[in-house]
């Protein structure tokens, strides 16, 4: 199996490749340590999986796989999270991952997720298949933050996790008014008025790391 892991740290990296090679498969593991360079590889080779992290700076992991997905429909994206299944899990299936795993999963169940993406198949723990099931019986609008945009449900968790404007515009490669302005859009969707209601919400809702 040709697997691309695209992750900013390389230590992630090499640990997933330690992971990996110490499985009877055998694997032809490339690398990518930022958005724009997997999604550059991905174009010129034909990959089994590609394990992406869903929080790179600049071009975020869900801008990535939408990237991706656009070229090549068909390619088995594995998205690897530090972030809780219940923020992001959800949105990463819609945007056409095959599977969603945070980083504090145990080896066996990368091995396991990426032999099944790499059948063409899709790997969704039961917690994310709880959360599927619950957002499909309530139209996907049971809360307010279901509301929001990819984007702005990022930014939403990076204020709640206690960043400041400033940070989150370097973090995500963007201006300060273009994040003080997704900051308004949320409050406004939201019906808040403040970042203390904000983190408010996030703790009651499980939102945080």
């Not at 796989?65 to 594995?78: A, R």
Request: glycine share 6%; proline share 4%; charged share 25%.
């Amino acid at each position: 199996m040709r697997i691309l892991i695209a992750d900013d740290h390389a230590i992630v990296r090499k640990g997933l490749i330690q992971i990996l090679n110490e499985t009877p498969d055998v694997f032809n593991i490339e690398e990518a340590s930022n958005g724009w360079e997997a999604i550059e590889k991905a174009k010129k080779t034909a990959y089994s999986v590609v394990l992406l992290d869903i929080s790179m700076p600049g071009m975020n992991g869900l801008d990535v796989l939408k990237q991706l997905k656009i070229e090549n429909p068909n390619l088995p994206v594995l998205v690897l999270s530090m972030y809780p299944e219940e923020q992001y899990a959800v949105r990463i299936l819609r945007a056409g991952a095959s599977g969603y795993l945070t980083k504090e999963s145990a080896p066996d169940e990368l091995v396991k997720a990426v032999r099944l993406v790499a059948r063409g198949k899709s790997y969704i723990s039961p917690n994310v298949a709880e959360q599927l099931v619950l957002n499909l019986s309530s139209g996907g609008e049971d809360l307010p933050h279901s509301r929001l945009s990819d984007r702005e449900f990022q930014v939403l968790c990076m204020i709640a996790s206690g960043h400041s404007i400033k940070q989150i515009a370097t973090e995500l490669s963007l201006s300060v008014k273009t994040v003080s302005t997704y900051r308004a859009r949320i409050l406004e969707k939201m019906g808040m008025t403040n970042n203390a209601e904000i983190i408010s919400y996030a703790i009651k809702n499980e939102l945080l790391i």
